[in-house]
């Protein structure tokens, strides 16, 4: 795909891989909208719309802006979300709720009020950022693997159904980058939110280093786009020598869990 005057929204724009992607596509000579949570930014950039994308009405405004503002769109981009986890006992039943609305279901409302576009059309992209826990699931994280798991399922489902029209889907595996992404961090497991702010701050991969990633695989038409050595590494772990991925998953359970050394 060619990026040069292609009609982009982007999600989660404000800050982090949204807003890395955002600079990446403007620069390639794309047209981006670019949507947050967070009021208009002071820089009064028109190339902005406010969107919650728990809220079908504001998914609904977003289809009206990009007719009105761009004709149409080319590419998608589900990219807002946040963090969130916790062992099994102690990740509550209104977090799994949280985290579901919006990380699971937000890529879901998105991508369904686009559709009817792209269809009509015959072509367009879209980019479901996901996580490498969609592909690999390390203890403590129940609730934030399996709404990646989704994304993941979600996305190629959206792919098969849709490529008949033209429309290639794609979805994003990242392992930890430095970013913002805890700040929306949630839950009672205050261990795990140590463990994850930690591997995110030591990461030695930037959103920008994610971002030209995730633009390279798009370029190249690859639907799971697994964009760092880190994360390429895990998953073909997993996928060639399971009892190696099960005893260091395994491992890192009974250190959250203080357990290790003792079996």
């Known amino acids: 795909m060619a990026f040069q005057d292609a009609r982009v929204l982007v999600t989660g724009a404000a800050s ?12 390639a000579g794309a047209r981006v909208l670019a949507t947050d949570l967070g009021a ?8 902005y719309l406010r969107l919650d994308i728990t809220s079908e009405d504001d998914w609904a405004a977003a289809v009206d802006r990009v007719e009105e503002q761009l004709g149409g769109l080319d590419m998608l981009v589900n990219n807002a979300g946040v963090a969130g986890g916790g062992r099994i006992d102690l990740c509550t039943i209104d977090e799994w709720r949280w985290i579901t609305e919006i990380n699971l279901f937000g890529v879901v409302r998105g991508t369904r009020a686009f559709v009817p576009g792209f269809k009509r059309q015959r072509s367009g992209r879209i980019v479901n950022v996901a996580s490498l826990a969609g592909l690999v699931h390390p203890a403590g994280m129940g609730s934030y693997n399996a709404v990646k798991a989704a ?17 290639q ?18 839950g009672s497991d ?21 971002a030209q990633a995730v633009l390279d695989g798009v370029e190249r038409g690859d639907e799971l786009i697994v964009p760092d050595d880190a994360a390429r590494f895990a998953y073909e772990l997993k996928q060639s020598d399971r009892a190696a991925y099960d005893a260091m998953m395994r491992k890192q359970a009974a250190k959250l869990d203080g357990l290790e050394g003792t079996a």
């Open 40 to 47: 208009e930014p002071a820089d009064g950039d028109p190339d």
């Open 151 to 167: 994304v993941v399922a979600f996305t190629e489902t959206t792919g098969h159904e849709l490529a008949a029209y033209g429309v």
């Open 16 to 27: 982090g891989l949204g807003a890395a992607l955002t600079t990446k596509l403007r620069d």
């Open 190 to 210: 205050e261990m795990l939110g140590q463990v994850m702010s930690r591997l995110v701050h030591g990461s030695p991969y930037t959103a920008d280093d994610i």
């Open 169 to 186: 889907a794609h979805a994003v595996c990242p392992s930890y980058f430095r970013t913002n992404l805890m700040d929306s961090l949630h």
